[in-house]
């Protein structure tokens, strides 16, 4: 039975029909289900912002932000996300179509997917847009979710020398190794990159390769590219529904803009370098800059009518991310770093990350004229910033691998979030949300932006400063000596608990073992626990023995000499036993606890306890 919501029923199940009923506007809410969301606690910020739409940890959608688009695929208003998706592990891939969180279609691809967009072809009604996904050397074109056009990127000659040597291998005058040596010298040496058929001979073994040959000599040697990425760009108008047209990168280092009705290629531009993100604005007809990150760790900036790059940024690590926000380039760093530049090359500002960014996307609120960049970070958080200043943070429950932000069903500003495992999170921002600089996590105090009453500078002071310009270079000598002499006593001391083990950590490899101790109790009897692990991942170690040196005069234990069961990796395993105080003086000792393999003298580690003074002696 289907229930709607009412006055009677509870706060949280009311919520959760408001937000079912943004992807199922049809139906009611069958409320027998549990109302906890999701299994984790977003952060109180987080939550003020953003309603919990749907989580499916096992939604096995495995991409990347570059192959996430929304779209009115159908015209009919209802906007739907498409996922070109890689499958899992690599195989298997597949163009997904969700509607809410059920997948609409899926539909097999020949290739890996590199990206995929929304545009539109034409004017005439009605203004359905197309949906092209990059995969391999093609572009596939879908209208009505349906196949409309395929375009296959140009072939590109091959090298002679090759097309010679294969040539020679048709008319039977070279052998196959004579061949495959022939081969290797070319694809070091030569500017031209071998064809596909000449890079599997290379891998055969030498069995294999006379079939290869056979198979194959026959054949014309065709060399293709493939596609790195891709995106949109407006033909002639900067309105949100005019027609735009495609730019392909393409592993061959060109970019290509393609007729968005009848996929010619309007301009190729070449690069130094293979592009692995592409940021445009503007429009073809007019006026437009196209910024390239590359894989040698350059971002490239050209403009209309330039076959070349105009300007050059040069990064100081690879991109992980680029991302245009208004005027201000926004590149992420595998140095978990970002950084603002201007569209020629000047560096504006740079934000340290706390973990390592796997993706990054723009975040677009034309409702508030919000533009900002998302960044999703290794630790399961999504970033939100507005040039440096940080205005919300995301926690999800594991690393985030893509980012989209859109219209999603009937809401206007949805945030779709997929991970590492597979899992699939949408959240909905409230239409009452306001992002404020510094609401995403608690920043220094204001008093420490306040300038402090500095006292007026003495005698002494000034003589100070003279003193060490005058012996600067001696005071420098001097503290040098002492911080090496630090590091060598340092050393020596480590190097001396490392032979005596006095460290409660093993230091070899074969005896990966961990202890500490804890003293229970006021006396005169105290209970003695070892927690003994094994670190290692996979081996068991099997014959230890533990041995406790201590004043006999002052302490007495039932056992000082015991074997240690089987330690099983992981595991913590506590190990009891009972020390009796004999003095009733007030005065205490350190007993000393050793573990020993059997038939070795030199202990692997060991610890000192320092034993509390027996209170019940002291006080009678």
């Known amino acids: 039975m289907f229930y709607t919501p009412s006055s009677e029923l509870p706060t949280h199940l009311i919520l959760r029909n408001q937000l079912r009923q943004v992807f199922f506007p049809s139906v009611g809410i069958h409320l027998p289900r549990p109302p906890q969301l999701f299994p984790y606690s977003p952060s109180s910020e987080a939550s003020s912002k953003w309603l919990d739409a749907h989580y499916d940890p096992m939604a096995n959608i495995h991409t990347f932000s570059a192959c996430l688009e929304l779209a009115d695929l159908h015209g009919d208003g209802e906007y739907k996300l498409v996922v070109g998706d890689l499958g899992p592990g690599g195989q298997q891939p597949c163009l997904k179509v969700l509607k809410g969180p059920t997948v609409l279609s899926e539909s097999p691809l020949p290739a890996l997917p590199a990206a995929a967009a929304t545009f539109l072809m034409e004017q005439h009604e009605p203004r359905t847009p197309a949906l092209a996904l990059a995969s391999g050397p093609c572009v596939y074109v879908y209208k009505n979710l349906r196949p409309y056009f395929k375009f296959s990127l140009p072939q590109l000659p091959p090298n002679p020398l090759e097309q010679d040597l294969w040539n020679q291998a048709k008319e039977d005058r070279i052998d196959p190794l004579t061949l495959k040596e022939m081969l290797e010298g070319i694809r070091e040496k030569a500017e031209v990159p071998l064809s596909a058929q000449s890079l599997r001979f290379l891998q055969l073994e030498p069995s294999e390769m006379e079939a290869f040959v056979n198979q194959h000599k026959s054949k014309s040697i065709r060399r293709q590219t493939v596609i790195t990425t891709m995106t949109t760009l407006k033909k002639n108008l900067a309105d949100e529904d005019a027609v735009s047209c495609l730019v392909l990168g393409t592993e061959n280092k060109e970019l290509l803009v393609l007729d968005p009705e009848a996929f010619t290629v309007l301009a190729k531009m070449s690069l130094p370098s293979v ?38 940024i040069e990064l100081s690590a690879q991109p992980v991310g680029l991302v245009r926000v208004h005027k201000v380039l926004v590149v992420g760093s595998n140095r978990d770093s970002l950084h603002g530049f201007t569209h020629k090359g000047k560096k504006l500002w740079t934000v340290q990350m706390p973990a390592a960014i796997l993706t990054m996307n723009l975040l677009e609120q034309r409702s508030r004229g919000l533009q900002a960049v998302m960044a999703g970070l290794a630790n399961g958080e999504v970033r939100i910033y507005r040039d440096k200043a940080l205005l919300s943070v995301v926690r999800t429950p594991d690393a985030v691998t893509s980012l989209c932000f859109g219209r999603y069903g009937r809401e206007d500003h949805t945030l779709i979030v997929t991970t590492r495992g597979g899992g699939l999170i949408i959240k909905i921002l409230k239409r009452t949300a306001v992002f404020v600089e510094g609401g995403g996590e608690a920043g220094p105090p204001p008093a420490q932006a306040m300038k402090l009453n500095m006292p007026r500078k003495t005698r002494l002071y000034v003589d100070q400063t003279l003193r060490e310009r005058e012996a600067g270079t001696a005071m420098h000598r001097t503290f040098q000596a002492d911080l090496y002499l630090l590091r060598l006593r340092a050393a020596r001391a480590y190097a001396q608990a490392l032979e005596s083990s006095l460290s409660p950590v093993s230091a070899t490899a074969r005896e990966p073992l961990k202890l500490h101790a804890v003293v229970q109790g006021l006396g005169p009897t105290f209970k003695l626990t070892l927690h003994l692990q094994n670190t290692s991942t996979a081996r068991p170690i099997l014959g230890l023995l533990v041995c406790f040196l201590y004043n006999e005069g002052l302490y007495a234990l039932p056992r000082a000499f015991f074997k240690v069961p089987l330690l099983v990796p992981g595991l913590n395993y506590p190990l009891e036993t009972f020390v009796e105080s004999l003095s009733d003086k007030g005065i205490s000792d350190i007993i000393k606890v050793l573990v020993l393999r059997e038939g070795q003298s030199a202990p692997l580690l060991s610890a000192h306890i320092n034993m509390p003074v027996s209170e019940g002696l002291a006080a009678a």
Do not use: H, M, T, W
């Not at 592009?275 to 350059?298: I, K």
């Open 275 to 312: 592009p692995v993100f592409l940021e445009v604005s503007g429009q073809f007809d007019v006026e437009f800059r196209l910024a390239a990150a590359c894989r040698n760790g350059n971002i490239y900036i050209l403009r209309r009518d330039s076959k070349r790059p105009k300007y050059c």
